[in-house]
């Protein structure tokens, strides 16, 4: 069994980004300018935004973090979306997700232009992605097609199992993963929480990519000897073996499995490190006007 070390991954991207920033700097021109929008006092998204904001500091982007009142309105928001559109030294931004209750995120999502929306989750940035053409993609699917081409692991003719279809993890990887594109040319089975006897699809799948949010889901009878196995699942649980009584799970029970796989990503440090870094490189194009180029 093989470790897939995503810190270590990202810590290569974002070294390349850091070269990138230098040389922007050398010749005096502008360097990309990250805006995040937090909504409330969510722990879990200020935590993410947060390490985003340092994601930025450490490749030498400039950032700008907008904390609003969790009771603000829907139009305030979007109004805040308008002003960040129109700010030319915003190069790109995001939303954290989870929103409260009163604002619909469809809305918000729709409202961020397509060229500055570095999450990719405008609907323009998805139609292109399932087009092949070039798009902003999703920072977690795009970390974990980062990972396996890092690793050399095939993907070609590959039968992949992906459990979960949200439009931020699963679906987009579904996707991603069975673009003739390499990675790619998978075989994918796309699971779900109306998927019947998951099992037998698992137990045929050569690589299996985990995002329901169920920790220590996956157990070894689920899977057959030598699958390659990517966990985006992270929750926390309680635990007695740390000082603050919680630690961070996987969908994947690691210590079940981890033998009889050929590769596995830990939680954490395997795909949470990505995205963040995989948000920045979505940055660096958006500051470079390379996938919209008008
Ligand atoms: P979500 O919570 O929006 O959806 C979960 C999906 O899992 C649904 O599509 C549901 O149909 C499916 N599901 C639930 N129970 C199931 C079951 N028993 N069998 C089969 N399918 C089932 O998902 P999300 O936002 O993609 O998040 C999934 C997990 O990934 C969470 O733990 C989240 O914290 C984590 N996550 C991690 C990162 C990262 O950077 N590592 C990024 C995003 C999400």
Redesign the pocket.
Known sequence: MQLIDGRKVSEDIYQSLKEEVDKIRAVGGKVPHLAAVLVGNNP?SQTYVNAKVKACEQVGFGSTLLKLDENISEDALLDTIKQLNENNDIDGFIVQLPLPHQIDENKVTQAIMPHKDVDGFHPTNLGRMVLNLPAYLP??PF?IVKLLEAYKIETSGKHCVV????????SPMSILLARNSNPGNCTVTL?????KD?ATYTKQADIII?????PY?LKKEMIKEGVVVVD????RVETTTTKSGFKLAG?ADFDDIAEKCSYITP?PG???P???ACLMNNTLLASRKEIYKD
């Not at 459990?163 to 699963?170: C, F």
């Open positions: 879990a920072a977690t970390g459990i979960g279809r949200s439009h931020i993890v699963g699971c779900h929480s109306r998927t998951l985990l995002a329901l949010g169920k889901f985006v699942g992270i929750t969908d939680v395997g795909v949470g990505m995205t963040i």
